[in-house]
């Protein structure tokens, strides 16, 4: 069965990066891309960005363009999403989200990685 | 970009009863692009419809999608105890992607 695991909750101060892991199974990695999406405190989704894991090719989120990296590992069936220069606006529940291709939902998601940003 | 507009924002029901949540896009969501997830406390959202139609796997057939253009609507026809829940609509039709505010169905 499909499974996507993410690693665990994170703490940083204003100012770090942080990096979120999404390690999936149960299906050939390179056929689905990943969204990743986060989540503020009681707050709405938002989409931060796309990665094609079969080719790399990215598409973020404007408002993230310079702070945000996507990548795969294929070796190991993980992506992950780097955030730098963390803002207290960063702390949120940040989600990986599986994609049968670009114009698709995410179908399965992961189970969350809270990240909190606090001096 | 497209913004979502959710309405209500909650929905007070009881269970039994049928719910219409909206969903209304500033622009014309490409190829009927539209989706909609569940999402209960302390976990990930849950795809139940996408295409604005289509049921995704093991969604019940109390769910279901309509719409077009700039206007979809998510419809519960009997309401479950299970299905209390916050609702999200979702466009991936065109960059970047969006999601609605939520419409949260209490009891």
């Known amino acids: 069965q499909v499974q996507l695991v993410q690693s665990g909750a994170e703490v940083k101060k204003p100012g770090a990066s942080v990096k979120v892991s999404c390690k999936a199974s149960g299906y050939t990695f390179t056929t689905y891309g990943f969204s990743w999406v986060r989540q503020a405190p009681g707050q709405g989704l938002e989409w931060m960005g796309w990665?094609?894991?079969?080719?790399?090719?990215?598409n973020h989120a404007q408002k993230l363009q310079g702070r945000l990296t996507m990548t795969t590992d294929t070796s190991t069936s993980t992506a992950y999403m780097e955030l730098r220069s963390l803002r207290s606006d960063d702390t949120a529940v940040y989600y990986c989200?599986?994609?049968?291709?670009?114009?698709?939902?995410?179908?399965?998601w992961g189970q969350g990685t809270l990240v909190t940003v606090s001096s | 970009e497209i913004v979502l507009t959710q309405s209500p924002g909650t929905l007070s029901l009881s269970p039994g009863e049928r719910a219409s949540l909206s969903c209304r896009a500033s622009h014309s969501v490409s190829s009927s692009y539209l989706a909609w997830y569940q999402q209960k406390p302390g976990q990930a959202p849950r795809l139940l419809i996408y295409?604005?139609?289509s049921r995704a796997t093991g969604i019940p057939d109390r769910f279901s999608g309509s719409g077009s253009g700039t206007d979809f609507t998510l419809t519960i026809t009997r309401l479950e105890p299970e299905d209390f829940a916050v609702y999200y609509c979702?466009?991936?039709?065109?960059?970047?992607?969006?999601f609605g505010g939520g419409t949260k169905v209490e009891i």
């Open positions: 979702h466009q991936y039709g065109s960059s970047p992607l969006t």
């Open positions: 295409d604005t139609f």
């Open positions: 990665i094609n894991t079969y080719n790399g090719n990215t």
């Open positions: 989200a599986r994609q049968n291709g670009w114009y698709a939902p995410g179908d399965y």
